[in-house]
């Protein structure tokens, strides 16, 4: 009783941040985790859950799992941390166009996808779904799997549990295919996909650290399969992701 009546004296923003700090926790969440989490009896989360879908500051999937919305991220971008990540970026991403003249792109995580803070297109670019503030799942992206690789191992099985979608024949979406290919790029700093969101269209994309090392985006380039044995894609998209971790404070 003593929980519930510190729970009542609690205000209705205060129960909204609630909710909000419970998917620090992990990236999707059913209504029940919310409502356990959050430390509210069911009927007041799903009223509350309610409200912030409608104003889009979370978003329920098919499954009716619940993950943060995109409402949130644009307000975010407007704060100093995401504006110094993307300054920072700019101008390794504008040598990564002049270098290739195709797709570049800076993305961070964001539940079970990864979040793109910045896009550059060269005029022949091959069309993509890609665009600032999009969010794409993070088993068919480049950009997606450096992500992925270097977060928390929990991240993967919740990947899986919510059953990856096999947008292309190569698609990974086995647990067997991504813990291999995950494996793979902590090895060596290095993601590649091909054909596996858009046919004919391949990705390499390398992590971006912070000063204490901690992966906190990627840095990724798109172009047609025809060009990916050219080696300035993944020379240029190293020097890119070195460079950007440098300003963060990074220092191998």
Known sequence: MAGAREEDRRSVAQKLFAILDAFDGGPTLTLTEIAHRASLPLSTAHRLVAELTEWGGVVRADDGRYSLGLRLWRLGVRQPTARRLSAL??????????????????????????TYLERLSGRDAVRVLSAVGAKLPLHATGVGLALLAFAPPELLDEVLAAGPVKFQPETLTTEKELRARLAEIRATDLSVSVNALTPRVFSIAAPVRNSSG?????????????????????FGVRMAA???SSALGWHP
């Open 242 to 244: 070195r460079g950007i």
């Open 214 to 234: 901690q992966v906190v985006a990627a840095v990724s380039i798109i172009a047609r399969i025809e060009r990916q044995a050219e080696p300035q894609f993944e």
């Open 89 to 114: 970026a700019r101008p390794y991403l504008e040598d990564l166009l002049e270098l290739t003249g195709e797709h570049v792109h800076l993305a961070v995580l964001d539940g079970l996808g990864a």
